[in-house]
């Protein structure tokens, strides 16, 4: 490790470290209620599972197990104190941003990895991701190593190695569980051998099987992690807006000609029930409004590319600060972009790899709802695009000659 790289990484420890400290006092939203959204229902969950010993699911299947028993962990060391989580989260984003310097010094040298370092240390999304007690901080260092060992992995120990993350990552995020077989289909396609590929499914399958096998026997259903179709016909329906609608169980739903209240939509007795109950009015509500559908869908991918949210404040002055960040937002994303193909030069199959998790996480957006949260696994890799991009702007313009006049 050189200098630079020796006094980034004292700065950026530094940095995630005070930022832990003071995160309720930093975050407007986390200075109003440090337990905000679903960190509620996740400190709930973790500190019932420290102090007595019951694993109770609060969302209906939506929760992965993962995060929640990591938090319990802490939790029955220290007792219910969230502010260790937070110090748990700084240290889950060091190991996210170890990650991605290894992976982008491997791919592109030193200068990259030094571009990849600063810009990810001060990512809004991932820095301030460190107060919120949500399953993301997890999934951000899985996701980065998954993909880490999956390029750079030796052998069979490689395709273990990111078998299992990926199946942590799906027991920490159950939408990315399908992703361990394009990963899969990946492997066959870069290495022309069934050997890696099987492993990496093998190592998956029975990372998540344990808790499957428990979650299923408990509701008397194959429930493979999670449940979604709760999740779906929230971001699908009448009032949507692209996100989660806090009020979604007291609105009217009109579906097939009838209108009622949500609760009373779903109305089964039990929950796994109630999701297929859900799922089924979710895709009825979408073959009935294919045009407000599509309209949706649109809502869905502007949430997503907007900062920090699509919001109308009252304040003029917020809504300039709000548009301004967009606009800084979006040359990001121009550059990630850009670095991203760029990066397809030096190493195609790598730069395959990425495309498939971006585009596997785009594809979960469209399907249920967008935000920057629901971005936020695959930032660190927008990061790395970003950083190749700045390094062959940089190149490009340190190499063209410059013209003087006689």
């Known amino acids: 490790m050189n200098r630079v790289a020796l006094w980034l990484w004292l700065l950026v420890i530094l940095l995630r470290l005070l930022y832990a400290l003071l995160a309720t006092q930093v975050d407007p939203l986390l200075r109003a209620n440090p337990l905000h959204g679903d960190a509620v229902i996740h400190d709930r969950m973790a500190w019932r599972l ?50 991605l310097w290894q992976l982008t010094r491997k791919l592109t040298g030193e200068r990259a990895a030094q571009w990849v370092l600063l810009l990810g240390a001060l990512h809004p999304h991932l820095l301030m991701i460190t107060g919120w007690l949500y399953t993301e901080n997890l999934a951000l260092p899985l996701a980065v190593w998954a993909v880490y060992c999956l390029c750079y992995g030796r052998g069979a120990v490689g395709a273990l190695g990111g078998g299992v993350l990926l199946g942590l990552l799906a027991l920490t995020r159950a939408n990315y569980l399908p992703f361990a077989l394009l990963a899969a289909l990946w492997l066959l396609w870069r290495g022309r051998s069934w050997q890696a590929p099987m492993l990496t499914l093998v190592a998956t399958l029975v990372t998540v099987a344990p808790y499957v096998a428990y ?36 609105r009217e739903l009109t ?33 009935e409004n294919p045009v407000a559908w599509l309209t949706l869908l649109g809502r869905k991918l ?3 590319l907007s900062a920090f949210g699509l919001q109308n404040p009252e304040n003029r002055d917020v809504g300039a600060a709000l548009r301004f960040a967009d606009g800084v937002y979006w040359v990001f994303l121009a550059l990630a972009g850009y670095g991203l193909w ?63 006049e006689d």
């Open 302 to 304: 502007a949430l997503t």
């Open 50 to 99: 420290a102090s007595a010993g019951e694993y109770r699911l609060e969302k209906g299947l939506m929760t992965a197990p993962a995060y929640i028993y990591l938090m319990a962990g802490v939790y029955t060391l220290v007792g219910h104190a969230p502010m260790a989580i937070r110090l748990l989260n700084a240290s889950l984003g060091l190991l996210t941003l170890w990650g």
């Open 342 to 404: 760029r990066l397809g030069c030096v190493d195609k199959s790598i730069a395959v790899l990425l495309a498939l998790l971006i585009g596997w996480t785009l594809f979960t957006i469209l399907l249920y709802a967008g935000g920057s949260r629901a971005l936020l696994p695959v930032q660190p890799f927008l990061v790395l695009g970003a950083a190749v991009g700045l390094t062959a702007v940089r190149r490009a313009t340190a190499e063209t000659p410059s013209h003087h």
């Open 255 to 287: 579906i097939g000609g009838e209108t009622k209240l949500t609760r009373a939509w779903l109305d089964a007795p039990d929950p796994v029930q109630q999701d297929r109950q859900a799922m089924r009015l979710a895709f009825q509500w979408i073959r």
């Open 215 to 250: 979650i299923s026997a408990r509701y008397g259903a194959f429930i493979p992690i999670g449940l979604g179709g709760y999740v779906l016909l929230w971001a699908n329906n009448e009032y949507a807006d692209g996100g989660f609608d806090p009020n979604f169980l007291e």
